[in-house]
């Protein structure tokens, strides 16, 4: 989440750039990359509650009902995440 809140999804310029600097060795490099996620990495959930908070900011009128407990919870981290608030949930355990 932390990646797509700092705009690290790998997209096709990145791919394009990737494959100019590694060659043959692209398809590995891109297996290993850890600046950029590839949007295939990212859960169907993720997306889903990404969506939901895009509706949310624009407004969209969500009723009390129309989510789930769990995904008003989640919506909810997810806004937090990507406002870039940090807490606990943020920290490494050890």
Same mark, same amino acid.
């Given at each position: 989440?932390?990646?797509?809140? *700092? &705009? $690290?999804?790998? &997209?096709? =310029? ?14 590995? *490099?891109?297996? %290993? ?6 949007? =295939?990495? %990212?859960?169907? +959930?993720? +997306?889903?509650? %990404? ?5 949310? $900011? *624009? ?12 995904? +008003?919870?989640? %919506?909810?981290?997810?806004? $937090?995440?990507? *406002? &870039?608030? $940090?807490?606990h949930y943020a920290q490494k355990q050890c």
């Amino acid at each position: 989440m932390q990646l797509l809140a *700092a &705009g $690290r999804l790998c &997209g096709p =310029e990145q791919r394009g750039r990737c494959t100019a600097e590694n060659g043959a060795f692209a398809h590995w *490099a891109c297996q %290993v990359c850890e600046e950029y996620l590839r949007p =295939e990495a %990212v859960s169907p +959930w993720t +997306w889903h509650l %990404v969506f939901l908070h895009q509706l949310q $900011r *624009a407004g969209y009128p969500f009723k009390a009902n129309d989510l789930t407990l769990e995904e +008003w919870l989640l %919506v909810g981290l997810v806004q $937090r995440l990507l *406002a &870039g608030e $940090r807490g606990h949930y943020a920290q490494k355990q050890c």
